[in-house]
């Protein structure tokens, strides 16, 4: 397939090229390229060529609550999205913690044949903080990270001991910052809106706390860690006074926290209510100056996938979360390229390479030889975020009716489309 | 007044709350000659539904409906399909498709009221919904200050205690600012909403600045659970460091106005000499309660 004429993104920079994919990989990469007779061309003159977009926190929630999103629903949401690797989030039923477990999603995956799929393993069965997941087990069957996404381990020993274990299988844990004594039930930040709206908060230190024994412990034990979906000023410094003297130690956040403030919880918007919660300006800003620096290494969209009924009741009573993978990459070119002057490259490598290389995955650049993983996007579109077109099952989201700019056109995984936007 | 709803001060435009209270002052004023039969809910129905115990605002509310002419069923908890699992949602469907003309809530979820107000037909009143708002009372505690002085604009009103929990304090704080009073607060640090001063609060750091100069003096409920929780060490501690005493009251105007929503904790929010004494308007509130809460649902009503 040859596909012409596009823009494409390279790490240092965007070309108008020509792509030719052969066997599922970049074979020619050039200015001008001729089909022969033969040959399927692909015009792209106008769009945009992207990596292959990575997702390194998502929750397909299959098994046990497909209800909400299947393995399935979740990948078709995935590749609309302009994603062709997610990894997804341990809290199933049962949880991800055993190597039959990981194999199923895989297995499922592969069946259903959109994107790839990359289990992220519990680090303690069950969830529970107790004892150690199969975490060898997991590793053989194709887990790529461990993690206790929903909560922290919060007994540090164990957490140590998970550390150094899971170092043993090259796997690095992905850390859900939050300690729970300070949580206790608050379901927004603490701030002015949680007291106009009588919701409890809780405190930035919730979150940062466990970020700081975190990098403790990876400095201590001179091993890498992951944190996740940071949200507050103050966790961002944190890690940047951490990566300064040297502690390996990579981080995300989500479209949400540099778009969003807690005024979104104003009138009680369950779809607003995400864990971490969106916080004050301060720290919105605070975010997009931590990508742009490189203290914050990439974009996750914590696609959090849940049926309306699990919304529609009582904010305190609502489920935590925001479906977004069909809205991480127009949120981040909208607000960080457009409205705050980065660079398509580092949109990339915030979206595609970063997160390949914090998870040492296959792929994440247009470039020869590399698994013909890309995303074709109009950026000169915008369009209106509308749930009911999503193809997630789930469609909270705090976004609905919000003007964004840049559409995804076309997903190519290992050179098939495997999305291609439907003509009006 | 043109509002399907009344969830709260905070969203109320000064000359609706003024509204209610001249109306108010009227039903009050016919109340105390012992004149209990009006017409403006006549042919309607009204449900009190409450998932929180309370004794006064129900009894209050059902009285004002009654008085008002409405029919009157009251649904708490216990009773209800609520035990059964049902959603806040589904039991509003159902009470709507009753045909209920008015739903008075009371919620531990802060929230609660508006999330029913946007599901059902009917005119929704927030009786409190967790630590959001409580109209009525604050509309209540306006009004026995509004015919005490003949104005809220003016006034100087000092709140203390638990200011976090208190779904009152801040009603009374949204709706005292609105009509041009000033409201300072006293409490414990843990007690305190981050960020309350933007709403219109001036915090103080000693009961003495709250209360200098004070026309009302009003204590808030403090449960014991928040002990418990934390945020102080003993009640007899909150009393002494926190309360309202005889000391204190000093520092208030001559013939400042004592006030408390109820029920009141002898000894600790008050010392039962303020509780007992010549300026004690809390069980006038109580009479308030039902001539402003018929205010309400008059108000509500005649747009049907």
Redesign the interface.
Same mark, same amino acid.
């Given at each position: 397939m040859l596909i012409r004429g596009a823009d494409v993104v390279f790490s240092d920079g965007v070309r108008k090229s020509d792509i030719r994919i052969e066997g599922g990989l970049f074979t020619q990469i050039a200015p001008t390229l001729d089909p022969p007779e033969n040959e399927e061309v692909l015009e792209a003159a106008g769009l945009t060529a992207f990596p292959g977009l990575i997702d390194m926190h998502v929750h397909l929630r299959d098994p046990g609550f497909e209800k909400k999103e299947t393995i399935e629903t979740g990948t078709m949401s995935a590749v609309k999205g302009g994603f062709t690797q997610i990894c997804c989030m341990p809290n199933t039923r049962p949880v991800i913690d055993n190597k039959v477990v990981v194999t199923y999603v895989k297995a499922r995956a592969r069946e259903v044949g959109l994107c790839k799929v990359h289990p992220i393993g519990a680090i303690t069965e069950g969830q529970k903080g107790e004892a150690l997941a199969a975490i060898g087990g997991m590793k053989a069957a194709g887990a790529v990270a461990l993690s206790e996404d929903g909560k922290s381990v919060q007994n540090s020993a164990l957490m140590a001991k998970a550390m150094l274990y899971a170092s043993d299988f090259g796997l690095k844990c992905l850390c859900h910052c939050e300690d729970a004594s300070l949580v206790d039930g608050a379901v927004v930040h603490? $701030?002015?809106y949680?007291?106009?709206? $009588?919701?409890? $908060?809780s405190l930035r230190a919730a979150e940062d706390i466990m970020i700081a024994r975190e990098l403790c412990l990876a400095e201590s034990l001179e091993l890498p860690v992951h944190i996740c979906h940071v949200s507050t000023y103050s966790g961002i410094q944190l890690i940047r006074e951490a990566k300064a003297r040297g502690v390996k130690v990579t981080a995300e956040t989500c479209p949400h926290y540099f778009t969003l403030t807690d005024a979104a919880i104003r009138?009680?918007d369950p779809n607003a209510k995400v864990n971490p919660p969106l916080r004050a300006e301060r720290d919105r800003v605070a975010v997009i100056a931590g990508l742009k620096d490189g203290t914050l290494d990439c974009i996750a969209s914590d696609h959090a996938p849940h049926h309306a009924d699990d919304k529609?009741?009582?904010?305190?009573?609502a489920a935590f979360g925001i479906s977004g993978l069909e809205t991480s990459f127009a949120l981040s070119y909208t607000v960080l390229v457009c409205e705050n002057g980065f660079s398509l490259p580092k949109l990339s490598a915030l979206m595609s390479a970063n997160p390949a290389g914090i998870l040492s995955l296959t792929g994440g650049e247009i470039a020869v030889g590399a698994p013909a993983d890309l995303m074709l996007a109009d950026l000169n579109e915008s369009w209106r975020v509308d749930p009911a077109a999503f193809v997630s099952k789930g469609k909270n989201t705090p976004f609905a009716g919000k003007k964004l700019q840049g559409r995804v056109k076309y997903t190519l995984s290992d050179g098939e489309i495997k999305y291609r936007e439907a003509r009006a | 007044m043109n509002q399907k709803d009344i969830l709260g001060l905070?969203d109320m435009e000064a000359a609706v709350i003024d509204e209610i209270l001249t109306r108010g002052l009227a039903y009050k004023s016919e109340l105390k000659r012992g004149n209990k039969v009006f017409h403006a809910l006549s042919g309607k129905s009204m449900v009190t539904l409450f998932y929180e115990n309370s004794t006064r605002t129900r009894c209050s509310f059902e009285l004002a409906g009654k008085f008002l002419g409405a029919q009157v069923v009251n649904i708490s908890v216990a009773a209800s399909s609520v035990q059964k699992g049902e959603?806040?949602?589904d039991t509003g469907k159902t009470l709507d498709a009753m045909q209920n003309d008015v739903m008075v809530i009371r919620?531990p979820?802060?929230?609660?009221a508006?999330?029913l107000a946007k599901t059902v037909r009917a005119h929704v009143i927030n009786a409190g919904?967790?630590?959001?708002?409580h109209p009525s009372q604050a509309l209540l505690d306006m009004l026995t200050m509004r015919e005490h002085f003949g104005k809220i604009s003016g006034l100087k009103v000092a709140i203390l205690g638990d200011i976090y929990h208190s779904?009152v304090a801040?009603s009374n704080l949204y709706g005292l600012t609105k009509l041009g009073a000033q409201v300072t607060m006293f409490g414990p640090r843990t007690l305190i909403?981050?960020?309350?001063e933007?709403?219109g609060a001036k915090i103080c750091s000693s009961r003495e600045e709250a209360v200098d100069g004070a026309d009302v003096v009003m204590g808030l409920r403090i449960q014991l659970e928040r002990q418990k929780a934390g945020n102080f060490p003993s009640l007899g501690e909150f009393a002494k460091y926190y309360g309202a005493n005889e000391e204190v009251i000093k520092y208030a105007k001559p013939g400042a106005l004592i006030m408390h929503p109820g029920p009141v904790n002898r000894g600790v929010e008050l010392t039962s000499a303020l509780i007992d004494g010549d300026t004690s308007k809390i069980e006038d509130q109580v009479l308030s309660g039902v001539a402003v809460r018929m205010s309400m649902l008059a108000l509500l009503g005649k747009e049907d």
């Open positions: 603490e $701030g002015d949680s007291t106009l709206t $009588g919701l409890k $908060g009138d009680f529609n009741v009582e904010f305190n009573d | 905070y959603t806040l949602v919620h979820a802060s929230g609660a508006r999330l919904d967790g630590m959001n708002e779904r801040k909403p981050a960020g309350i933007k709403l």
